[in-house]
């Protein structure tokens, strides 16, 4: 499964099969938090067979069920964590994915105590959010979502790199699907905003990769 194919087909899974996921699919998503962590400078984490952490009271809230692998999502304290903690997590969602795998962004419903006890979070370093991770009992619903004009702003005829970025960006993930964002494009620059709401920063990050996925590697660069 290429990366756009697993963009349209990735949406959020909160119920999970009791099926453990084999070791070779393990160790290539490793290899992928591995590649991330490397790039980035992140300490993101894939914790495996780990029940507990989403056994709390908030992740029944959150209707979290059969969770018993995720992926910790921790970085350095500093202003762009929460962005390089979308973007790069993101990818490592998209990845699993590719492996038939479901995952889900979750930012409160989680017990932080029991998933702190099983990573390794250094001094200067903050567990932002993790991802859910396992087979799903189904592969989740589409979102709905704005009209991608509402979303940017672009000056004459709209190239067709930026819609094929602006409609994969239209698909990432925003917290309570808020979609609070804007994008605009002057020569062969692109600037991003958030329109402000709960965790925007960690949505610019996610939706900055599906945009540069979407355009399938044109040339122009982020303002």
């Known amino acids: 499964m290429e990366l756009l194919e697993a963009i349209k087909n990735r949406h959020s899974v909160r119920n999970y099969l009791d099926k453990p996921i084999p070791e070779s699919l393990v160790k290539q998503l490793q290899e992928e938090v591995d590649a991330c962590n490397q790039e980035s400078g992140l300490h993101i984490q894939l914790v495996t067979n780990e029940p507990k952490a989403f056994d709390g009271m908030m992740a029944h809230y959150g209707k979290f069920s059969g969770v018993q692998n995720y992926i910790a999502l921790i970085g350095k304290k500093g202003d762009n964590l929460e962005e390089e903690?979308?973007?790069?997590?993101?990818?490592?969602?998209?990845?699993?994915?590719?492996?038939?795998?479901?995952?889900?962004?979750?930012?409160?419903?989680?017990?932080?105590?029991?998933?702190?006890?099983?990573?390794?979070?250094?001094?200067?370093?903050?567990?932002?959010?993790?991802?859910?991770?396992?087979?799903?009992?189904?592969?989740?619903?589409?979102?709905?979502?704005?009209?991608?004009?509402?979303?940017?702003?672009?000056?004459?005829?709209?190239?067709?790199?930026?819609?094929?970025?602006?409609?994969a960006a239209l698909l990432a993930p925003t917290a309570s699907n808020q979609q609070k964002f804007f994008l605009t494009l002057k020569d062969d620059t692109v600037s991003i905003k958030s329109l402000g709401g709960f965790y925007s920063k960690v949505d610019l990050g996610i939706i900055k990769y599906h945009f540069e996925v979407g355009t399938e590697h044109h040339p122009f660069s982020w303002s």
């Open 85 to 167: 903690i979308g973007y790069y997590g993101e990818r490592v969602a998209l990845k699993a994915q590719t492996l038939g795998l479901n995952t889900c962004w979750v930012a409160m419903t989680f017990s932080k105590g029991v998933t702190k006890k099983n990573c390794v979070i250094h001094q200067g370093e903050k567990l932002v959010c993790v991802l859910s991770l396992g087979y799903g009992k189904t592969q989740g619903v589409p979102h709905t979502s704005k009209s991608l004009e509402t979303l940017c702003s672009v000056p004459g005829d709209m190239p067709k790199w930026f819609r094929n970025g602006m409609e």
